[in-house]
């Protein structure tokens, strides 16, 4: 684990690059395709809707609000009010496509005590939810770390984190028993009725191999997502038995305040407050739950069926029949034709006053996509790998909504204790002699400078930047991450002690030849990566004060007061002079090298 998490860092940011240019490329790819056309999408009153969620988005689940306990709509739908009048909920800055751009939403963080989840270069850390029995929810003097309004919402939160993690486990589990059942019942395996038992055997083999094949053809591509309908929606079972949501992003938006939303571009869903995308950094084939809140609330309705729709629709024409011919008036073909399409007219736009998550087959223009309708306290789940083989978006509807999405997050590498180790593994290095009170490095290999500069860049720009930007704004409600992160500071500071130590060396015209050239290396690497890495912060500080939201959040304003620590400036003084001085001694050893090659010729 150990060798795999010191390179995770710097592999990330290349993967990143990567799959950012592998979605272009598929973008375009789709948009030739698919030219001026529209791909066709289904919704409840649409026919084939329920038909095409079976076969090609088996792993989506819609449980409706009655399904949860009685009075756990309340208590949540109140924490998430607590939650957006307290100022917790805050739009991020993130990357997109090589810009920075500020999200239509607004979002929180909530979840195990220590976690943080990443996305698109952005990383969110948690409100701790107050869980019975859960240590670890107050700071150094013993105090609870947030008041008790939010307390008892973010204890609300996790009452619904665990209604998930069995529900879903449940759901799960009756979904397999209902695909086996109906596999067996279908089935023509028995011998008599028409098939020999060798040919059945043959038959199943021959399935076996063809099944083989399209996963490892599969695999081979990346993508999983070629076929028309998707693997089956059983997950292995060490997956299906180990539901442990340990995070829920709380998102709040309110379309009547956004001035642009960007329509749905493939399809022609509608307005989207969320685009198309595969949720990130979670555990593979874990599932992703999500409960929706209308606000204010909508009418309490029973859930529509296809088939209720168009019963509902039929009945009206019938009346409106009756009453025409109860009056005498004969009604022509064209006028109902009319009134029909009128009420179709009527049921897609009342549809698309709703929010609706949509659903589609990745980078596939052949398969219709889905649009599930969500009412006031319905849920649904993506379960096995739905979110890997499809994309999902939200619609916007005509009010206000919140959702609380739980996830099952990678935790190797994006948790408080994983981070303190890294820092201590990279202190070890560091000796106090106590007599003199002197520091010194106790190795020079090369090897053990190149890990110890590479955690010092992941301390820097995927925890500590990542807080003075964005995360230091939720402070002011909840103390819980002030004193780890200020302890983190304290051990950057170390670290870049130690970087200093280490040009020293190089510096001292004592130190072996080829021993200084390699660690001039090392630190020529890993300072001009910084200088990088640094830069591009900088522009994102200086867009966060010019093009900042203003109203909801006072972003620019916490990002004056908060994310720029005093030594930052020194810090950039201080690298420059590194620079410098280092590429002073790269040109010495490229004369070394120049005087060592004309002495061989």
């Not at 991450?481 to 002690?497: A, F, G, L, S, V």
């Not at 300072?527 to 959040?553: N, V």
Request: aromatic share 8%.
């Amino acid at each position: 684990m150990k060798p795999r998490q010191r390179k995770q860092y710097f592999r990330n940011m290349k993967r990143s690059d990567d799959s950012e240019r592998e979605k272009r490329r598929k973008r375009r790819r789709l948009i030739q395709e698919l030219g001026e056309q529209r791909i066709p999408y289904l919704s409840p009153a649409d026919p084939g809707f329920q038909e095409l969620w079976d076969s090609s988005y088996a792993g989506l689940a819609l449980r409706q609000s009655s399904a949860l306990p009685d009075g756990l709509h309340e208590r949540v739908q109140s924490a998430l009010i607590t939650l957006q009048r307290r100022g917790c909920l805050l739009r991020d800055l993130v990357r997109v496509r090589d810009r920075d751009v500020f999200t239509a939403v607004s979002r929180a963080l909530v979840g195990q005590p220590g976690y943080t989840y990443r996305y698109l270069d952005t990383r969110l850390f948690t409100i701790p939810w107050h869980c019975e029995g859960e240590e670890g929810q107050k700071d150094e003097k013993e105090k609870p770390c947030c008041d008790s309004d939010l307390r008892d919402a973010c204890k609300a939160l996790w009452e619904l984190n665990q209604f998930f993690c069995s529900d879903v486990k449940q759901q799960t589990n009756a979904r397999g028993v209902k695909r086996s059942r109906s596999d067996t019942e279908n089935s023509e395996d028995t011998p008599g009725e028409g098939m020999c038992e060798e040919s059945v055997k043959d038959r199943l083999l021959e399935e076996k191999q063809e099944k083989e094949k399209k996963e490892e053809e599969e695999e081979d591509s990346g993508q999983g997502c070629s076929h028309s309908s998707p693997p089956s929606s059983t997950p292995p079972p060490d997956v299906a038995g180990l539901v442990q949501f340990n995070i829920t992003i709380i998102n709040y938006m309110d379309p009547s305040a956004m001035t642009q939303l960007k329509e749905e571009p493939y399809y022609g869903m509608g307005k989207m407050a969320v685009g198309w995308h595969h949720d990130e950094d979670l555990v593979p084939l874990s599932p992703v739950a999500v409960y929706s809140y209308s606000c204010p609330a909508e009418p309490k309705k029973e859930e529509v069926t296809e088939k209720d729709v168009e019963g509902q629709s039929k009945e009206k024409v019938k009346e409106k029949e009756t009453e025409t011919e109860g009056e005498g008036e004969g009604t022509s073909k064209e006028e109902l034709k009319e009134e029909r399409e009128g009420l179709e007219k009527e049921e897609v736009q009342k549809e698309k006053a709703c929010w609706r998550v949509g659903l589609k087959v990745a980078w596939d223009i052949h398969t219709p996509g889905l649009a599930l309708p969500l009412q006031s306290g319905d849920c649904y789940y993506m379960t096995a790998d739905l979110n890997r083989t499809h994309q999902h978006c939200v619609l916007a509807g005509e009010t206000a909504r919140f959702s609380s999405t739980h996830r099952v997050v990678q935790c190797c590498t994006g948790t408080l204790d994983y981070i303190k180790k890294r820092c201590s593994e990279a202190l070890e290095n560091l000796h106090t002699d106590p007599e003199k009170n002197t520091k010194s490095l106790k190795s020079l290999l090369p090897s053990a400078l190149q890990r110890i500069e590479d955690i010092h860049s992941e301390v820097e720009f995927e925890w500590l930047r990542q807080y003075w930007f964005q995360g230091r704004r939720y402070a002011r409600f909840c103390s819980w991450w002030t004193k780890p992160m200020e302890q983190m500071e304290k051990d950057w500071k170390e670290m870049e002690r130690m970087t200093q130590l280490l040009l020293d060396v190089v510096e001292d015209e004592n130190t072996a030849q080829e021993n200084r050239r390699e660690m001039a290396d090392v630190l020529l690497n890993a300072l001009t990566d910084r200088q990088q890495h640094r830069q591009t912060w900088r522009d994102r500080y200086k867009l966060a004060l010019m093009e900042g939201p203003t109203s909801g959040d006072s972003f620019c304003e916490e990002q004056t007061v908060n994310t720029s620590p005093p030594f930052i400036s020194l810090c950039v003084v201080v690298l420059l002079s590194q620079i410098q001085q280092s590429v002073t001694i790269k040109k010495d050893f490229h004369e070394v090298r120049s005087t060592e090659n004309q002495q061989n010729m």
